[in-house]
């Protein structure tokens, strides 16, 4: 059975090697990933758009607004609610 002794050197090297791999990780996800949607509950949705919450539930039963329900709660997608604002300009 082979023995393998670390060091302080071994350790402090590792603790550096280490803090650079979270510091690049912390930094990439800092940039916003545009291909992702953003997901948002009722309660965003109608203080983004300043609507009733029978106004945002008319939007879902009649198709207009697209909706994901996750155990009981509701989510939009962000793409969704721009395209049907700007679906609206005339």
């Known amino acids: 059975m082979q023995v393998n002794i670390l060091t302080k050197e071994d350790l402090n090297q590792f603790k550096t090697e280490l803090i650079q791999e979270i510091k690049q ?4 996800s800092d940039k916003p990933v545009s291909n992702k949607p ?11 758009m300043n609507i009733s919450s029978g106004t945002l539930q008319n939007l879902r039963i009649n198709g207009v607004l697209p909706y994901r329900k996750v155990g009981g709660i509701i ?4 793409e ?3 395209k049907m604002m700007e679906g609206g300009k005339s």
């Open 75 to 78: 989510f939009y997608a962000m």
């Open 25 to 28: 990780l912390l930094s990439s």
């Open 80 to 82: 969704d609610i721009q």
């Open 38 to 48: 953003r997901w948002l509950r009722s309660s965003e949705v109608r203080k983004l």
